[in-house]
Every structure is written in structure tokens, then in C-alpha cells.
């Protein structure tokens, strides 16, 4: 039985905890209970607070991921709850190969709203994939530079093709293709090579490993994610239904009308959180273990 002192000791703690993290930390506890599974949460504010630095997967992440993940029973696998811009392509890889390391294959990806760019990838790294219809996903084409790297090559090669064919456009074209770095091109063409591969090593070992006709629906996933003749723009947001038909392993989150209460309620909790603080960056675990990035400041909370 706590005495006088462990007892005021208590009372003193939740003092410091603010309201938001006590109601993010109730739902996030009633999450757990309905799967059963160990949870984190890894919540962007890019919505929130735009263009704010930090609000991107970047390498910084993974001392949030190590602290949510210390004390964890492992075998009790993960549920990863999603809602990022995306960020940068060694960071994404980084981050997936220590998710990997540490859960192996047993890992869900829930997408309440959005989980774009590199956040796709990360859910494309995980068994299955669960969206309510106000979920998407987005496309998985990088950016280089701030440009779209799909984009500079088809620019290159349409000025190439038009300049061959009548040589008075090269004075149209020679003042747009001068703004290219020397290297850029071939920068750009690594950066789609790495991406796809990455997404095509991790959809062949996790979610799509023993399923028939494998090979092609890892083509018709990456290009249905990664053409960026198809999906015409980086920011354009794919549907349940959209991810469901270029072949990946799609739960519906209506399905489970408990599991899509507790959720939700989450995410609702995290966006308060994100909207009435000064948080850009949430990584929690169901037992309130926390990383919180406050513009500029991270808060560690045991």
C-alpha cells in the first residue's frame, strides 16, 4: 500500500501531465485493450502547423520509436497507428529496418486519415494495412530537391524529344533545362530506383510473402503507388478501395466497429493534442511512454 508520501508523490506527477496527455493516454489504453497488441502511435502536426521543420519522417525519430518500444513484450506484435506527410527516404528506410528488427513481420499499420509519401512505404513495410473510408494513402513517387522526381526526368525527355524532332525549340527549351543541376537527372533516377526497390523488398518479405501470382501484384502495387503518369500528382490521396485494387492487403476499419471507435478515438485525441499544443510530433505507446517534439523542444515522458 503507498504511503502519505507516494501518495502526494502521485498526485504531483499527473500535476505535470497536461489534459490533452491524459485523455490521448485513457483512449490509447482503451485501443490496447480491444487488440490486444502493443500500440504507438507516431502522429505528425504538418496539418496544424504547416511548414514547420521537424513535422517529417526524419532521423530523429528513431530515438521516439526506441523509447515507445523499451519495455515492450515483442510478441505480443505492433499496431501502428499512422498519420504522417512522409519525410525522407534513408530515414523511412532506417526506420522500417529497426521496426523489422524488433517485431519481425507481426506489425499493422492503421491509418485513421492520411499516411502519405514515405508514410505509405511504412505502411507498404507491414503485414496488412487497416482504412476507414475517410483513410488514404498517397503516392510513393520521391521528391528531390523539393521537386517532383518522376517530373524532372519526363520534363528532360520531353525537351529532348521535342528539340530532336524541331531544332527551334531548343531556344524555348534551353532556358528551363539550364535551372538542372548537372547531376540532377541521374540523382532523380536513383532516388525512383531506391524508393521502388525498397517497397518491392519489403512487399515481397512481409505482406505479400506466399501469395499467389506474387511478382505481379508487387508490379501492380509499385505502379499504381509509384507511376507518376498514373496518379498525375505527389499530393494525390488513394481510397481504401484504390489501395485495395492495385493489390494491397486492405482491412476495413468499418468492419470492427470496436476496433473503429477506439481508433478513432485516438486519432481525434491526437489531433486535439496536435491543435491545442505547441506538439508537432507524437510517439507514444500504450503505457504513455512519450516523445513529443514541441517546436524545437522534445519532451520525454517515462
Not at 29 to 43: F, G, M, P, S
Not at 65 to 79: E, P, Q, S, T, V
Not at 99 to 122: C, E, K, N
Not at 243 to 268: M, R, T
Amino acid at each position: 500500500m503507498p504511503d502519505w508520501n507516494d501518495i502526494l508523490n502521485e498526485i504531483t506527477d499527473k500535476a505535470k501531465v497536461g489534459p490533452h496527455d491524459l485523455v490521448r493516454r485513457e483512449y490509447l489504453q482503451r485501443l490496447h485493450d480491444v487488440t490486444k497488441r502493443n500500440i504507438i502511435i507516431y502522429y505528425s502536426g504538418w496539418l496544424q502547423k504547416p511548414g514547420m521543420s521537424g513535422t517529417e519522417v526524419n532521423d530523429a525519430d528513431k530515438n521516439g520509436f526506441m523509447n515507445a518500444i523499451h519495455g515492450l513484450d515483442r510478441n505480443k506484435g505492433l499496431d501502428l497507428v499512422l498519420h504522417t506527410p512522409g519525410g525522407g527516404t534513408a530515414a523511412t528506410e532506417s526506420l522500417v529496418d529497426y521496426l523489422h528488427s524488433m517485431f519481425g513481420r507481426d506489425i499493422r499499420a492503421i491509418v485513421p486519415q492520411l499516411a502519405l509519401s514515405a508514410g505509405t512505404m511504412i505502411a507498404c513495410a507491414t503485414k496488412e494495412i487497416i482504412m476507414g473510408k475517410h483513410s488514404s494513402l498517397g503516392p510513393i513517387d520521391p521528391q528531390f530537391g523539393g521537386l517532383p522526381a518522376h517530373g524532372v526526368i519526363e520534363e528532360f525527355n520531353r525537351a529532348f524529344d521535342e528539340c530532336k524532332k524541331d531544332q527551334l525549340k531548343i531556344a524555348v527549351w534551353q532556358p528551363i533545362i539550364a535551372k538542372y543541376n548537372p547531376t540532377l537527372i541521374g540523382e532523380c533516377e536513383k532516388a525512383i530506383a531506391w524508393s521502388e526497390q525498397m517497397v518491392n523488398s519489403w512487399l515481397s518479405k512481409g505482406m505479400l510473402r506466399g501469395k499467389k501470382n506474387k511478382s505481379a501484384r508487387i508490379d501492380r502495387i509499385l505502379k499504381g503507388l509509384g507511376d507518376h503518369a498514373l496518379t498525375l500528382s505527389h499530393a494525390r490521396h488513394l481510397s481504401l478501395d484504390k489501395c485495395d485494387e492495385i493489390g494491397l492487403e486492405v482491412k476495413s476499419l468499418e468492419d470492427n466497429p470496436a476496433l473503429q471507435d477506439a481508433v478513432l478515438s485516438v486519432h481525434h485525441a491526437c489531433i486535439h493534442t496536435l491543435a491545442g499544443t505547441n506538439a508537432i510530433k507524437i510517439i507514444e505507446n500504450h503505457l504513455g511512454k512519450a516523445f513529443i517534439q514541441i517546436a524545437q523542444q522534445v519532451v520525454v515522458r517515462q
